[in-house]
């Protein structure tokens, strides 16, 4: 198991950071619309949020750690061989999403919350905090709420999750038909 990223393979914090992280985002997008579009008893609608919420903060780190390291590690492993300009274009685009959907989906998610009437001590006696586990409070830097600032900040979280969800049927599509189709190491050397 090499720490380094490599010509040949992935060093092991890559592939790490990776899997946890897909499964974080996939879960959170799920969970995320379950819990907007489809649960009725508010109790638990609350709490699910408010677990979402620290997740996705979770991401947020992890994000920055994640860039830091693909900073710090500049070579990858080659493209397999045989791939079209267009194929490799359409992969490296597909990546460029996701790393800035690393940061769109929690970056939308903590001003939306921020920005909430349920964060706004002046009209919510109870304010609702944006809590991380229970553990610290996020900042709020719309204070106090504000709900276009709100209905903005949600139209760009939901729309996010949706092309999260296309570029990701794309670049799981992708790594299937590197694996079944080409039969290459494509996969292979993203696994642990
Ligand atoms: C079942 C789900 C997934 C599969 C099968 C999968 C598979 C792969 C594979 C095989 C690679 C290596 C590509 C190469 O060597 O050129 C890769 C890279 C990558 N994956 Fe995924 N992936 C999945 C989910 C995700 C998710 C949810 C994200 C969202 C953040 C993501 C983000 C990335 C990025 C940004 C890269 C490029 C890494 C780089 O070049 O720095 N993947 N993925
Ligand atoms: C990778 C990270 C994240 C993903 C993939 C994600 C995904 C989603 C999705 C798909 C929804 C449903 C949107 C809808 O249909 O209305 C949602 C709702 C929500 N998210 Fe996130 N989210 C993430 C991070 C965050 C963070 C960090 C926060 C706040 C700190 C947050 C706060 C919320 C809230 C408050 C809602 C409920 C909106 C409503 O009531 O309609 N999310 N999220």
Redesign the pocket.
């Known amino acids: 198991m090499s720490l380094r990223n490599t010509r040949a393979k992935w060093g092991w914090p890559t592939k790490l950071l990776h899997w946890v992280m897909a499964v974080?985002?996939?879960g959170?997008?799920?969970?995320?619309?379950w819990?907007?579009?489809f649960v009725n008893d508010m109790v638990l609608?609350f709490q699910v949020?408010q677990h979402?919420?620290?997740?996705?903060?979770v991401?947020?780190g992890l994000a920055i750690l994640r860039v830091l390291w693909r900073l710090l590690n500049p070579v990858s492993p080659a493209h397999a061989a045989g791939r079209s300009a267009w194929e490799r274009r359409a992969a490296s685009m597909a990546h460029g999403a996701l790393y800035a959907?690393?940061f769109v989906?929690?970056?939308?998610?903590?001003l939306?919350?921020s920005a909430?009437a349920l964060n706004d001590p002046g009209a919510y006696p109870m304010q609702v905090k944006?809590m991380v586990f229970g553990l610290f409070e996020?900042p709020d830097p719309i204070s106090p709420g504000d709900e276009s600032l709100e209905a903005i900040f949600?139209t760009v979280?939901?729309w996010?999750?949706y092309l999260?969800a296309v570029v990701l049927l794309l670049h799981i599509g992708g790594a299937l038909k590197h694996h079944f189709r080409d039969r290459d190491d494509t996969l292979r050397r993203m696994l642990p």
Do not use: D, E, R, Y
């Open positions: 974080l985002m996939i959170l997008a799920l969970v995320g619309t819990m907007a579009n609608q949020t979402h919420k620290s997740f996705g903060v991401v947020f959907l690393m989906m929690p970056l939308s998610g903590w939306m919350a909430s944006n996020l949600h979280h939901a996010s999750s999260l």
